[in-house]
């Protein structure tokens, strides 16, 4: 599989006939055969692909099961079922996230309960949680954001004291480490997503991961109308939900998986040739990764000054052919969350900030150095003029 590809353009001219994307899945050619063969079989549900592929996750990544699903929100929103979190429960998860993180709270009936972020890594202040923590308190959601790792130990520690579960919302880190241990195998259930966005597609999927047998089991159940099969007969176990991977999607990850670790590797190197051009600016902030995560940046996302306008700027760099756009959002700034829970937004400067300030630049594998080198000096150009 080819990592690199000529767009053809224009870099150092006016015109540029194809956009610089923001992301680009790498569609290994051999997954069409693969394609062809289950559309000819026509066992497109059921099949040993989605097997095959919980096997090679769950080997890679480092847990005792994996249970595809058909996102990355229902692989959250299982795991919440699967807990038994219901009406009357709190969840802890971070404000600064992609809004299907509280979505799932909010749809089995519990409480979100938000915590600000960290700027440095925009993952949430582990030094705010403990205050968050009520005896109606089930589960802690912690958000790798980007590719990096939250900061895992404290969370732990905490959920243990207080006897809380953990549910990593993975869904940006697949393959990212904190001290050397692969995210989505720290809580008692890590999710990933699969969506064209992150570091491997099956174009919409999900998987979660556990070392829990019976949690494993329950959301097998769930994912499939809670059904199973005893002495030959359906027996429908638990009110479920079709939440099922499919056999093509199965093989388009499949073959991806293959290429994890050079995908990882062409991510890391673009980000590092965008850090050697945009670290000197005063106007740009680039990704810091504490000492404890191995970043894979699924997304590479920089903070501008505060006297930038940023949607200026991604209305500029759309001009110069580049697709940029926002980090994520700000659940508090959401009107559906901030008039139900009453959400004050001084207790989210940090992600407010995140939210108005961050851009997301183009990175996935098949971009060049040179396409990089555009987009780095395009950026510093367009901010030179808007602080003027």
């Known amino acids: 599989m080819a990592l690199t590809r000529d767009w053809g353009k224009q870099l150092s001219g006016i015109k540029i006939s194809q956009m610089i994307k923001l992301t680009d899945p790498c569609i290994p050619s051999e997954v069409y055969e693969d394609i062809k063969k289950i559309l000819q079989s026509g066992l497109l549900v059921h099949g040993k692909m989605v097997e095959l592929f919980e096997k090679s996750v769950a080997a890679c990544i480092g847990a005792r099961w994996a249970i595809a699903v058909n996102s990355g929100t229902s692989a959250l929103h299982l795991s919440l079922l699967a807990l038994g979190v219901q009406k009357g429960d709190e969840v802890i998860t971070s404000d600064f996230t992609f809004p299907a993180t509280v979505n799932v709270i909010e749809a089995v009936g519990a409480k979100p309960v ?50 809380v579960a953990v549910v990593e919302d993975a869904a940006c880190a697949f393959g990212a480490k904190y001290k050397g241990r692969t995210c989505g195998t720290f809580g008692d259930l890590g999710c990933f997503s699969f969506h064209p966005k992150k570091i491997i597609t099956t174009g919409e999927g999900g998987i979660v991961l556990t070392d829990n047998f019976s949690l494993a089991q329950t959301i097998r159940l769930l994912r499939n109308h809670g059904m199973t099969y005893k002495n030959g007969r359906v027996k429908f176990i638990l009110p479920g939900l079709n939440n099922r991977l499919n056999e093509i999607q199965a093989a388009l990850g499949i073959r991806q998986m293959k290429n994890l670790q050079k995908i990882i590797k062409k991510r890391r190197q673009i980000a590092k040739w965008y ?65 139900k829970y009453r959400l004050v937004a001084d207790l989210f400067k940090q992600s407010r900030e995140a939210l108005t300030q961050s851009v997301s630049l183009p990175i996935h594998p098949n971009l060049t150095k040179a396409e990089v080198s555009f987009v780095a000096k395009s950026l510093l150009s367009v901010l030179k003029k808007t602080h003027l």
Do not use: C, W
């Open 114 to 163: 938000l915590i600000d972020i960290n700027l440095a890594t925009f993952n949430l202040n582990v030094d705010l949680i403990k205050s968050k923590i009520t005896k109606k308190t089930k589960v802690i959601i912690p958000v790798h954001l980007f590719g990096q790792s939250a900061d895992m130990e404290p969370i732990l520690e905490m959920a243990k004291q207080f006897r």
């Open 275 to 339: 850090d050697a051009s945009l670290a000197e600016s005063p106007l740009v902030r680039i990704p810091s990764s504490p000492k404890y995560a191995t970043h894979i940046y699924q997304a590479y996302v920089v903070l501008l000054n505060k006297k930038i306008k940023r949607d200026s700027v991604l209305k500029a760099l759309k001009l110069k052919g580049i697709e940029a756009g926002i980090g994520t959002y700000s659940v508090h700034q959401i009107e559906y969350y901030k008039k």
